[in-house]
């Protein structure tokens, strides 16, 4: 499972935190609505889902490199926002877990030429 683990728990936390949390905690330098940050957290956990359960049950993994692909896109947007609120220490939070679902397709796919 490797990096698909260690990246579905990266984000499983983000994502978590954005359902768990009060909207008026969330809120930072640039507004969003609540129902949009609802929505990405919902996001992060399903592809978090997706980036665990199919190495986890063997049932369709190559949807684990969609769901990896799909998760760097919101990691951009959230890095991309983040830096636009004015400092760029808390951007690095989304730019780590954003590299470590780049690196799910590409381990992926070295396993797989390697293993089998």
């Known amino acids: 499972m490797g990096y698909s683990g260690i990246a579905g728990g990266a984000v499983s936390v983000r994502g978590w935190g954005q359902l768990v949390l009060p909207l008026d905690q969330m809120?930072?330098?640039?507004?969003?609505?609540?129902?949009?940050?609802?929505?990405?957290?919902?996001?992060e956990v399903l592809g978090a889902v997706g980036l665990?359960?199919?190495?986890?049950?063997?049932?369709?993994?190559?949807?684990?490199?969609?769901?990896?692909?799909?998760?760097?896109?919101?990691?951009?947007?959230?890095?991309v926002v983040t830096a636009m609120g004015g400092s760029l220490a808390p951007a690095l939070v989304p730019v780590v877990v954003g590299l470590l679902t780049i690196s799910v397709p590409t381990a992926g796919r070295a396993w797989r030429n390697r293993y089998i």
Do not use: E, H
């Not at 190495?55 to 799909?70: C, D, E, F, N, Y």
């Open 52 to 79: 665990i359960l199919p190495g986890l049950l063997r049932i369709k993994p190559g949807l684990t490199p969609v769901a990896a692909s799909g998760l760097t896109i919101i990691m951009i947007g959230a890095t």
């Open 27 to 43: 809120a930072g330098p640039i507004q969003l609505p609540g129902a949009f940050l609802r929505f990405v957290g919902v996001s």
